[in-house]
T-cell receptor
Framework: AQTVTQSQPEMSVQEAETVTLSCTYDTSESDYYLFWYKQPPSRQMILVIRQEAYKQQNATENRFSVNFQKAAKSFSLKISDSQLGDAAMYFCAYRSAGNQFYFGTGTSLTVIP | NAGVMQNPRHLVRRRGQEARLRCSPMKGHSHVYWYRQLPEEGLKFMVYLQKENIIDESGMPKERFSAEFPKEGPSILRIQQVVRGDSAAYFC???????????????FGPGTRLTVL
């Protein structure tokens, strides 16, 4: 079975600075999708960014970008120009060919004013 | 296009009662997923349904839990004879029809927070 590992339970960043959240995964599949979701205190899950494994180009969404290293099975999220509203739990997720999603245990991000 | 709707947002039950959680997927979405999130933990997959079919229920406890997604109406996650350990946030997500090789993203509802007294 696929596993998703987020090794940083908590991270903090100064407002306007850049932070990188780590995620690694284990799979034997060659075609899959990766996601980062944000869960603010409201508990709603919000899609931040997604990456298709067959694409070599790293996905970018405004201040959010990923560093996808397929061979290393690594999928980190970079948040640039951090804002107070970025404070939340961030979950890395893997979507298998069978359309099942696997989530990491999350990283709690604090943004320091 | 309204997002994924879940109700109720908060549900309180006493031990032994039944809990029914409802999820209306986004318009045009035919796939529904249920997840459970215990305090301070990530989401755990429970069940994946398409209209009138359970595709994968490997994450759902065999006892007391059931799920359905009828042809008409919302998806229902039903927990019978609830126990304190069932207290959690239950999230529903939906996705559009899967196309081979296409992207398929899940869109989450706001969750139902179940408290068992």
């Amino acid at each position: 079975a696929q596993t998703v590992t987020q090794s940083q339970p908590e991270m903090s960043v100064q407002e306007a600075e850049t932070v990188t959240l780590s995620c690694t995964y284990d799979t034997s599949e060659s075609d899959y999708y990766l996601f980062w979701y944000k869960q603010p205190p409201s508990r709603q899950m919000i899609l931040v960014i997604r990456q298709e494994a067959y694409k070599q180009q790293n996905a970018t969404e405004n201040r959010f970008s990923v560093n996808f290293q397929k061979a290393a099975k690594s999928f980190s999220l970079k948040i640039s120009d951090s804002q107070l509203g970025d404070a939340a739990m961030y979950f890395c997720a893997y979507r298998s060919a069978g359309n099942q999603f696997y989530f990491g245990t999350g990283t709690s991000l604090t943004v320091i004013p | 296009n309204a997002g994924v709707m879940q109700n109720p947002r908060h549900l309180v039950r006493r031990r032994g009662q039944e809990a029914r959680l409802r999820c209306s997927p986004m318009k045009g979405h035919s796939h529904v997923y249920w997840y459970r999130q215990l305090p301070e933990e990530g989401l755990k997959f429970m069940v994946y349904l398409q209209k009138e079919n359970i595709i994968d229920e490997s994450g759902m406890p065999k006892e007391r839990f059931s799920a359905e997604f009828p042809k008409e109406g919302p998806s229902i996650l039903r927990i019978q004879q609830v126990v304190r350990g069932d207290s959690a946030a239950y999230f529903c997500a939906s996705s559009p029809t899967v196309f081979t090789g296409g992207t398929d993203t899940q869109y989450f509802g706001p969750g139902t927070r179940l408290t068992v007294l």
